[in-house]
């Protein structure tokens, strides 16, 4: 089996070395800080006494993978591995120096993967040499928790450097969907409306931060609503996401950013960890309660659900994926309760064309543009699945 290295024991990394030890590998931890490793390792052992605990493993499968983890602030600890996962600081200028520095220590057939969420593939492998081994695997927040893994070869990586990939994540019993190396990959593509409409909604007066929630969650049986998941996810954290997704589209207004999410971050409003977001989490703290007009409930969920479907659609159209990888992301990677292309089947494509037909008419904007794909397909009375 090869020996896996994992470089940033933050919350990504750790979840990483978990599933990577609890599948028998031999794992390295590196990060600048040894303090983030004796963190990270106390993490683990808890975790893993806790599954004892619980029955869900015996106590020598924790000790096991306890012992299959080392942990090192020195990266040529990396000299022996065979897969190295990157889960380091966002930002590309640091990414590339780690990447080229680790060219160096490791072995020519080393595959070297980074779990950027936006950054481009291409742009972490344009440091190296032998560019043909880079591949982004991205992982999902907690990653022994979520099944999904979004693989992403760049226009560097050789096609053995997928299938070994592709191989190895799914030996480790995740779902995995291969995409373009193209922003925001498929998820953090595709959900871009479900808190960018759901925010224009409350801006326009239409509806408050509750009764969205609660329509998202009653009617159209999210596990989560927008806001209490932004509050979840951190509203810095999500502006963020939003901001690079939108200037890397070169500022299609689809994606653009919402100014009651910016002024949130700024105020410092930034969600749980804050303990006020767009709910006050403190004690005795009371929030407001939804309008549960369901007629109200049933517009809200109509019009952010079309402007999924239509992202989803759009990714089709574009060759992100495989229709069947783009719904397969969204329930596996944000837990949708159905895949959105599915769903708009379900729905009928002409009625969500119709949808956004009439927002586009009443505002103007190219933010309402169906995808060409959801034309044609409508005009024929063409479905994704049977
Ligand atoms: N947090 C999420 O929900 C999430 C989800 C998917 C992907 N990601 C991506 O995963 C990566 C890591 O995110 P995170 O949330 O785990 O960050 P984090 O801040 O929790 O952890 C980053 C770790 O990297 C270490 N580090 C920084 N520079 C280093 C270097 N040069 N060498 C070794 N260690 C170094 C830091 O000490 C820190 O422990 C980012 O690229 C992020 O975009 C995050």
Same mark, same amino acid.
């Given at each position: 089996?090869?020996?896996?290295g994992?470089?940033g024991?933050?919350?990504?990394?750790?979840?990483?070395?978990q599933?990577?030890?609890?599948?028998?590998h031999?794992?390295?931890l590196?990060?600048?800080s040894q303090?983030?490793l004796?963190r990270s #390792?106390g993490k683990?052992i808890?975790?893993?006494n806790?599954?004892v605990?619980?029955?869900k493993?015996t106590k020598?499968?924790a000790?096991? @993978?306890?012992?299959?983890v080392q942990?090192?602030?020195?990266?040529n600890d990396?000299?022996e591995?065979?897969?190295?996962?990157?889960a380091?600081?966002?930002?590309?200028?640091?990414?590339?120096?780690?990447f080229s520095?680790?060219?160096?220590?490791?072995?020519?057939?080393?595959?070297?993967?980074?779990?950027?969420?936006s950054?481009?593939?291409?742009s972490i492998?344009g440091v190296l040499?032998?560019?043909?081994?880079i591949i982004?695997?991205?992982?999902?927040?907690?990653?022994?928790l979520?099944p999904?893994?979004?693989?992403?070869?760049? =226009?560097q990586?050789?096609e053995?450097i997928l299938?070994?990939?592709?191989?190895?994540?799914?030996?480790?019993?995740?779902? @995995?969907v291969?995409? #373009?190396?193209t922003?925001?990959f498929?998820?953090?593509r595709?959900?871009?409306?479900?808190?960018g409409?759901?925010?224009?909604?409350y801006?326009?007066?239409i509806a408050?931060?509750?009764?969205?929630?609660?329509?998202m969650t009653t009617?159209g049986?999210?596990?989560?609503?927008?806001? @209490?998941?932004?509050d979840?996810?951190g509203?810095?954290?999500?502006? @963020?996401?939003?901001?690079?997704v939108?200037?890397a589209?070169?500022?299609?207004?689809?994606?653009?950013?919402s100014?009651?999410?910016?002024?949130h971050?700024e105020?410092?409003?930034?969600g749980? #960890?804050t303990?006020?977001?767009?709910?006050?989490?403190?004690e005795?703290?009371t929030n407001?309660?939804?309008?549960?007009d369901?007629i109200?409930?049933?517009k809200?969920?109509d019009?952010?659900v079309?402007m999924?479907?239509?992202e989803?659609v759009?990714?089709?159209?574009?060759?992100?994926a495989d229709?069947e990888?783009?719904d397969?992301?969204m329930? #596996?990677g =944000?837990?949708?309760?159905?895949?959105l292309?599915?769903?708009g089947d379900?729905?009928g494509?002409d009625?969500?064309?119709?949808?956004?037909?009439e927002?586009f008419?009443l505002?103007?904007?190219?933010?309402?543009?169906?995808?060409?794909?959801?034309?044609?397909?409508a005009?024929?009375g063409?479905?994704?699945?049977?």
């Amino acid at each position: 089996m090869i020996k896996i290295g994992v470089l940033g024991g933050g919350t990504m990394g750790s979840g990483i070395v978990q599933v990577a030890a609890q599948n028998g590998h031999h794992v390295v931890l590196v990060d600048l800080s040894q303090e983030i490793l004796d963190r990270s #390792k106390g993490k683990l052992i808890k975790i893993m006494n806790r599954l004892v605990e619980k029955g869900k493993i015996t106590k020598d499968q924790a000790d096991q @993978t306890i012992n299959n983890v080392q942990y090192s602030t020195d990266i040529n600890d990396f000299k022996e591995c065979g897969f190295i996962i990157e889960a380091i600081v966002e930002n590309l200028e640091i990414k590339q120096n780690v990447f080229s520095q680790l060219e160096s220590i490791v072995s020519n057939d080393c595959i070297l993967a980074s779990n950027t969420s936006s950054l481009s593939i291409a742009s972490i492998g344009g440091v190296l040499k032998n560019a043909q081994r880079i591949i982004g695997v991205h992982f999902f927040n907690p990653a022994p928790l979520m099944p999904l893994v979004e693989i992403i070869p760049s =226009v560097q990586t050789n096609e053995e450097i997928l299938s070994k990939t592709k191989i190895l994540i799914d030996s480790w019993k995740k779902v @995995t969907v291969i995409c #373009k190396d193209t922003p925001g990959f498929i998820v953090n593509r595709v959900a871009r409306p479900f808190y960018g409409e759901a925010l224009r909604i409350y801006e326009e007066g239409i509806a408050d931060f509750a009764t969205i929630d609660w329509a998202m969650t009653t009617i159209g049986g999210f596990k989560m609503g927008p806001f @209490t998941l932004m509050d979840y996810i951190g509203n810095d954290i999500n502006y @963020t996401v939003t901001e690079t997704v939108f200037k890397a589209f070169y500022y299609d207004p689809r994606y653009r950013p919402s100014f009651t999410q910016k002024r949130h971050a700024e105020a410092g409003y930034l969600g749980r #960890k804050t303990n006020r977001g767009y709910y006050d989490y403190s004690e005795n703290a009371t929030n407001p309660e939804p309008v549960k007009d369901e007629i109200l409930g049933q517009k809200i969920v109509d019009r952010i659900v079309a402007m999924l479907i239509n992202e989803a659609v759009d990714a089709v159209f574009w060759n992100i994926a495989d229709k069947e990888a783009i719904d397969l992301a969204m329930t #596996k990677g =944000v837990n949708y309760p159905k895949g959105l292309l599915k769903w708009g089947d379900e729905i009928g494509l002409d009625i969500v064309l119709s949808r956004l037909n009439e927002l586009f008419e009443l505002y103007g904007e190219d933010r309402y543009r169906p995808s060409p794909l959801m034309k044609k397909m409508a005009e024929k009375g063409e479905k994704f699945f049977d």
